[in-house]
C-alpha cells in the first residue's frame, strides 16, 4: 500500500485527498478510488445488474424472502454470483468445474440499460 495512513503517522501531518480517497475505498474492500467511485455511480442506477446484486445481498441479511425471491426469478444469474461471491469472501474453494461468473462492469451495465 502506499503508506500507512492509520495510527500515529498522522499526528501532526496533513493527509492528501487521494491519500483519503484510497484508505476509504480501501475499508469499503476496493483497490483504488476509481473502483470504488465507478461502484457507487452503477449502484446508483436502478435496475443496474450492481444494484440488483446488492439488494439481493441486503434481502438475504435481512431477511427479505419476498423480495429475495422476486430478484431470482427476474435474474437467476444473480444466485451464481452470489454463491460465488460468499465462497470467495469466506475462503472457500470455488471448483473448477462451477461457471465464475463475468464481473458486471459499469460500462456493460450502462450499456444494457440504453437497450
Known sequence: MRRKLLGSELSGRKCALADAQFVIARAHGFESW????????????KGSPIAKFETATDAIIHGKTATLKRLLKENPETLKRIEHEVKVKLGLPVRESEVKPEPVSV????????K
Open 34 to 45: 476509481p473502483k470504488f467511485a465507478k461502484h457507487l455511480l452503477a449502484l446508483a442506477r
Open 107 to 114: 460500462a456493460k451495465a450502462a450499456a444494457s440499460e440504453k
